[in-house]
């Protein structure tokens, strides 16, 4: 009786052992990968500004670091935030968002090395987004002049990460391009002042009903004015 006691011991005392340590794989293997940015950049100092101080390390750690995530969402410029997208991701690069953030659907969105979720995006979240990020990159619509401005995401959308029926209030686009008189006084044509498009006769309009972020923009005014001349940014075709 007591051998089958501590034989039926060392079994369980063996199976327990077996299953933390498979445990301990497990989740060292759920552990996201750092992105090894040397994988690609050998020398650091060909894709930092001139003068950059010597970067240290070889994962995206040694960028974040110092150029810490903004997680507030505030309507300004990221330049670092904005390089590094256009430069990565389509058109102009070719890495998918998985190189620098762990995703998991409908959970979380988050920058390897970086404490904190950005959102938690399902896939077909995520594959709008991805068209967005093409279009923010290389088209000629108002988003593409954001990008070229250093302005990425959160500068319109705020912290929340963008879906297919955001919208862009007014009060969002004056944080930078107000306050509405002096976007008024800034666009008042010299010869017909009552042509202003930020002084309508029609009241308070939706900056969106002109500017399209990921679309092409029209000028609201030339569906009933149609031979006046007013011309707008962001309305050219794409040039993918």
Known sequence: MKKISLTLILLIVGFAAMYFLVGERRAEAAKPAQASCQSCHADFTKVVPKGHPPVKGNDLSAC???????FTGKAAKNAFSSRMHLAHVPPKGKQDCTACHTWIPRKSFAI?????SLGAPSKEDVAMMKEIFASWGGSSFTDN???KANIGCAGCHGKALPKADDTVENS???VCHGPMEKLAMKTEPKDFKDRNPHKSHLGDIACTVCHGGHKASKVYCLDCHKKFDMKIQGAEATKR
């Not at 974040?64 to 903004?70: G, K, N």
């Not at 390897?112 to 904190?116: C, L, R």
């Open 172 to 174: 969002r686009c004056l």
């Open 64 to 70: 974040t670091s110092c150029h810490a995530p903004d």
């Open 145 to 147: 002049l954001h990008a």
């Open 112 to 116: 390897k090395g970086v404490k904190g």
